[in-house]
């Protein structure tokens, strides 16, 4: 069996984290048991979920345990197999870990999938045909459901989530504004995955002043937000949004890292009568196949490009995904390993 090189989170941090609350070791790969397969992963996903879990605090979730191999979604082909439903050469994806090969389990539900790359480039299912664009999906259709013509706004529009939000709202004919961290990604947000428009939230300095830029981008109010980060931008949105209007609450990254982010003015939320509601995409399982369905054909018949960034190394995971938590990938973070 082969040698695994793998990262284990070793300790925790408080604020950001650093290198060393990482460790990369490599073991021997155990044999096979009955039913189980060996993968051998392509890519692995960086994503901002894993900096809640190296806390040992309150969550929707158990925390990451220390000296074990770091959370993450993997895709791969299987190398070899004790189970009658996999075989040697499929492309599949699971959880695999921040290593290069996992055993899997694979009688157990839910653990690995085999997907069909021959439309789609295999990466794509750690993003938009993946987990990041489910829970884009489910923000929309299921908490926010917008009449076509309607006004919608995301933040982190160029990111995972973001540009799937985009390109499945724009599918069903509403106005769609992004915000995005620089004018690189604002033109690419505009430009390539076709949003109506886009604000570089960097260009001001507090929300008064982003909420006016955001009243010329979207002058007929705005009906349904989806917001990713929290702080500046999500006040800005609500001195915007229409009466009866929708929030999905899908993360709020520029918190991430413990900085405090409060909101400023909730009264608004009771003014304008809104619906905000916070989701975890991974409670949601009966929405997954029709999501997939969805994103799988804007991505295979190229109405949706997405774009994404790309470490090369398993030892190159832990400095890809301090830059994720600070906006320096543009898309998609994955690792090829
Ligand atoms: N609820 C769920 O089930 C669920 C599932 C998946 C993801 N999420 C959440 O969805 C959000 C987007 O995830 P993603 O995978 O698509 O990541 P992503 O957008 O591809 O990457 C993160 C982006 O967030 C922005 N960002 C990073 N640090 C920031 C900070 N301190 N302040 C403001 N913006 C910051 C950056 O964009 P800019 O350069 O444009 O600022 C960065 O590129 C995250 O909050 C994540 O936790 C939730």
Redesign the pocket.
């Known amino acids: 069996m082969p040698q695994n090189p793998q990262i284990h989170l070793v300790s925790r941090p408080t604020g950001e984290p650093s290198a060393d609350n990482f460790k990369l070791i490599t073991l021997d790969t155990p044999a096979l048991q009955d039913k189980q397969v060996l993968v051998k992963h392509e890519y692995m996903s960086l994503?901002?979920?894993m900096r809640g879990r190296m806390n040992d605090s309150k969550s929707y979730t158990a925390p990451q345990p220390l000296n074990a191999v770091m959370v993450g979604g993997t895709v791969g082909e299987v190398v070899e197999s004790r189970h009658p439903q996999f075989a040697v050469g499929d492309k599949v994806v699971g959880m695999g870990g921040w290593q290069t090969y996992s055993v899997v389990d694979a009688d157990t539900p839910g653990l690995l999938r085999k997907v069909d790359t021959s439309h789609v480039p295999i990466s794509h299912f750690l993003g938009a045909v993946g987990?990041?664009g489910v829970?884009a999906w489910h923000g929309l259709v299921r908490i926010i459901n917008p009449q076509a013509g309607q006004t919608l706004t995301v933040s982190?529009a160029?990111?995972?989530?973001?540009s799937a939000f985009g390109a499945l709202a724009k599918a069903r004919g509403c106005r769609v504004v992004g915000f995005?961290?620089?004018k690189d990604?604002c033109d690419y947000v505009v430009n390539e995955l076709g949003f109506d428009a886009c604000i570089d939230y960097k260009e001001h300095s507090d929300y008064l002043s982003l909420s006016k830029a955001l009243k010329d981008a979207c002058p007929n109010g705005i009906d349904g937000h989806f917001e990713?980060?929290g702080?500046m931008v999500l006040d800005a949105v609500m001195l915007r949004m229409n009466e009866f209007g929708s929030i999905a609450v899908?993360?709020?990254?520029?918190g991430y890292n413990g900085k405090p982010i409060p909101m400023t003015n909730p009264s608004l939320i009771l003014m304008s009568r809104l619906k905000v509601q916070g989701?975890?995409?991974?409670e949601h399982p009966a929405d997954w196949p029709e999501a997939l369905k969805e994103l799988g054909a804007l991505v295979g018949s190229g109405k949706f490009k997405p774009r994404e960034t790309v470490a090369h190394g398993l030892a190159n995971a832990p400095e890809a995904f301090f830059g994720?938590?600070?906006?320096k990938?543009f898309?998609?973070?994955v690792v090829k390993i």
Do not use: R
């Open positions: 994503d901002p979920y987990m990041p829970t982190a160029s990111g995972a989530v973001g995005a961290g620089g990604k990713n980060v702080g899908c993360g709020m990254i520029a989701f975890i995409v991974s994720l938590l600070k906006g990938n898309g998609k973070q």
